[in-house]
């Protein structure tokens, strides 16, 4: 385990399918910053907390299994937006629960006011908290919860 203590802290912001694609996907549900802009903020709003963030983005499950697994030893907190992943995959739960890591849910949209289908997360069970619903405002709260969480644990 790395040791939480030392600074900064090593922080994984894992990006899943179609996020690939914000900017142009759906502005008016998720808003017109485009991922390199969230990936940007998340970077200074790190910088601010003494975080280092490393962004990872994929379309695909196993490659987001595999970059859970190997966050272990290499960072402290997982910061995930899943996206559709999070209502289908066991296989990133269970991914998220073997490496043990703190993990901090997030969604842009507010995925309980929309269909059905997306009102249950696979994720959040395994994850410390989930925020949801705040824009790209949700990415840089989760990160501080993380990151306090981390913070305060050590
Ligand atoms: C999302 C919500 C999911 O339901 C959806 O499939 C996404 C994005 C969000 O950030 O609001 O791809 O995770």
Do not use: C, W
């Not at 890591?101 to 006011?113: A, D, G, K, Q």
């Not at 705040?134 to 840089?140: A, K």
């Amino acid at each position: 385990m790395l040791n939480s203590t030392l600074q900064p802290l090593s922080i994984l912001a894992l990006h899943g399918p179609n996020l690939n694609l914000l900017g142009q996907r759906e502005p008016g549900i998720y808003g017109a910053l485009t991922l390199a802009e969230i990936n940007r903020l998340l970077e200074e709003e790190g910088f601010k907390i003494q975080a280092k963030v490393f962004s990872v983005q994929s379309n695909h499950e196993g490659i987001l299994v595999d970059t859970i697994h190997a966050a272990l030893g290499q960072h402290h907190g997982i910061l995930i937006n899943a996206g559709a992943y999070t209502h289908t995959s066991v296989a990133l739960r269970d991914a998220i629960a073997a490496v043990n890591l703190p993990t901090v849910e997030v969604h842009l949209s507010n995925i309980y006011r929309r269909e059905d289908f997306r009102h249950h997360s696979y994720i959040a069970p395994v994850a410390i908290g989930q925020i949801s619903g705040f824009g790209e405002q949700s990415y840089l709260l989760g990160l501080q919860a993380l990151v306090n969480h981390l913070r305060v644990r050590s």
